[in-house]
């Protein structure tokens, strides 16, 4: 059966979730963290594995220039039985990374429009104090926040 209607607005965003038709780019990466990962965690280049880009999870002590990208949702991670949520991503797992675009992710505390994205001690998204310089540790240097968000929101990232 072929869709005969659309919809003219978005639905709610979620965490991972891409935003826009926006110029992106995603890559296949092997999840190389022995610790669960999430839907819209940033990420920093670990290793090659089989070919493939390994990451594992950023924290506020990952050299700046590690950071590989953000986590995407996908039809392919594997849902709770129970609430229906995604699962954490298992290590060794194949998972989806975008490098450059806008993305809808989860912060750890308060953002406003325009602020530097970093990760804090806690793997969670979180402003960079003004007072850090490219290249700080836990920085996402090439990542700005789109729109503000309270602690636990969602806030739209751009890498770039």
Known sequence: MSQTTYNKEMGHAVVGMMADSSLRIVDSCVSASSTDMVIGQAVYFYAVVEGRPSVSRMNASTPAFDFFGIIVDSPEYTLDDTTG????????????????????????????????????????????????SYGTAGNIDNGRYLTAAASGKLALLELF
């Open 85 to 132: 949520a995604r699962q954490k991503i298992k290590e060794k797992n194949i998972i989806n990374v975008m490098r450059k675009g806008r993305i809808w992710v989860k912060v750890g505390s308060a953002v406003s429009v325009g602020d530097k994205a970093a990760a804090n001690s806690s793997y969670e998204l979180i402003s960079a104090t003004s007072t850090t």
